[in-house]
Structure formats: structure tokens, C-alpha cells
């Protein structure tokens, strides 16, 4: 899907910023997104994440968006955040007050969705945002510190 890489201006020069691509497809959806970085002193900055979207035709478009905002949230917290910790053979992640999350001032500080009508067939927007997350902001990481990622959660080092 073009669409993504288009609208986040693949190809142009951004100085100091990175972008990664992936794309998938689920549940009859098609979805692909591009995730705009920098690596600065402080840490990862996610910039913006651009994603398109082909569900087929659309009933509720603002329900395609905020499904896609919502699952790149959670595809890009599971990347950088989430994980089960374990002493002895145990979980000791057990609440939420133990289980870190990306938090809203770690989020991307903009999240644009397309909307694109190419296929007949009515896909699904619950799941399919979720997963081009994580591989998109791993090839940004990639592009920015020439390291592939070999675990989650992703690491800067």
C-alpha cells in the first residue's frame, strides 16, 4: 500500500528522523503503516506514525480511525513496553501497577489514518492496526541506529 509511504513522504530528507515501514494483511483488511522517529539523548521519540487502511467499503469512518489509533497504540506499547516479568519460575507482573505500558507522553505525538477504498469485500478494524506497529517502528530503529532488532521489548542498544 503505497498510500502510507506516500503520505509520510518516504524518500524526501528529514534530518535527524527516520522512518519505517511494514505492512499486513487480517482479517480482509489490508493496513499499512510508516512510523517517523529520532533518536535523541533523552530516548526514542515516536513522531508520527502514517497509516493506510483498505476494510472495503466503509460503514463508519470515524470508527476505522479511532480503531487504527487505538491499535497502533497498542501494537507500539507491546513493542517498547510490554512484558511479562518472571523471579524464580514467576510471574511478579501481576497487576497493572507491575506490567509497564507505554504512557501517553511516549506516544506519537501524531497519528494519521487514510482511509482507502480499493476492495469490495467488507474487511475488519479491531485487530489489523495492531500488528504493522511493532515491525514498522523496528525498521525505523533499524534506518536510524543500523541494528535489527532481535527481541522485544525493542532496545535502542
Not at 534530518?15 to 505492512?23: D, E
Request: net charge positive; proline share 8%.
Amino acid at each position: 500500500m503505497a498510500a502510507a509511504a506516500e503520505k509520510a513522504g518516504w524518500g524526501r530528507p528529514r534530518p535527524g528522523r527516520q522512518l519505517g515501514f511494514a505492512y499486513h494483511r487480517c482479517f480482509g483488511s489490508h493496513v499499512a503503516q510508516c512510523v517517523e522517529i529520532s533518536v535523541e539523548p533523552k530516548g526514542l521519540i515516536l513522531h508520527r506514525v502514517v497509516c493506510a487502511v483498505d476494510c472495503g467499503p466503509l460503514v463508519n469512518p470515524d470508527t476505522v480511525k479511532a480503531q487504527m489509533e487505538s491499535g497502533i497504540v497498542m501494537g507500539l506499547s507491546a513493542a517498547l513496553k510490554e512484558r511479562i516479568l518472571l523471579e524464580e519460575g514467576r510471574v511478579v507482573s501481576n497487576n497493572f501497577d507491575s506490567y509497564p505500558i507505554l504512557r501517553m507522553g511516549e506516544a506519537p505525538r501524531r497519528i494519521d489514518v487514510f482511509l482507502i477504498q480499493g476492495q469490495k469485500e467488507l474487511g475488519g478494524v479491531g485487530e489489523p492496526g495492531t500488528p504493522p506497529a511493532a515491525p514498522a517502528l523496528a525498521n525505523a530503529l533499524f534506518a536510524a541506529t543500523g541494528r535489527r532488532a532481535e527481541s522485544l521489548p525493542l532496545r535502542l542498544s
